[in-house]
């Protein structure tokens, strides 16, 4: 017997429903949303959102260019530079020297 759904295996979501919650998740709507469009509860489409990000990310693990060990030298990263604070460039730095440190927000200098 062939099930309702070809893309879902197992799925009670009619394949029409399944592909509306799709178009839904490429909209960037919330769960909540997407569930009282659709009808299906929120835990099912909280379910399947995890399920399609974790496809997501493999497929962009598979193609990605990097791999292996990735050289970052210290260049300054973001708008123009303003005297006096302290940027993500100097909160690298500091992690980096320090691992064991706890991390503190951007704003605060000793």
């Given at each position: 017997m062939?099930?309702?759904?070809?893309?879902?295996?197992?799925?009670?979501l009619s394949e029409a429903k399944f592909k509306a919650i799709i178009r839904y998740f490429a909209h960037d709507l919330r769960a909540w949303k997407i569930a009282e469009l659709s009808g299906v509860s929120r835990p099912t489409i909280n379910q399947l959102f995890m399920k399609l990000r974790t496809r997501i990310a493999q497929l962009c693990n598979a193609s990605s260019p990097l791999s292996g060990e990735v050289e970052v030298d210290e260049s300054y990263v973001g708008a123009h530079r303003v005297r006096g604070k302290r940027g993500a460039e100097q909160a690298v730095k500091d992690r980096l020297r320090n691992p064991g440190t706890p991390r503190e927000s951007v704003g605060n200098r000793p």
């Open positions: 062939q099930g309702k759904n070809r893309y879902f295996r197992r799925s009670h």
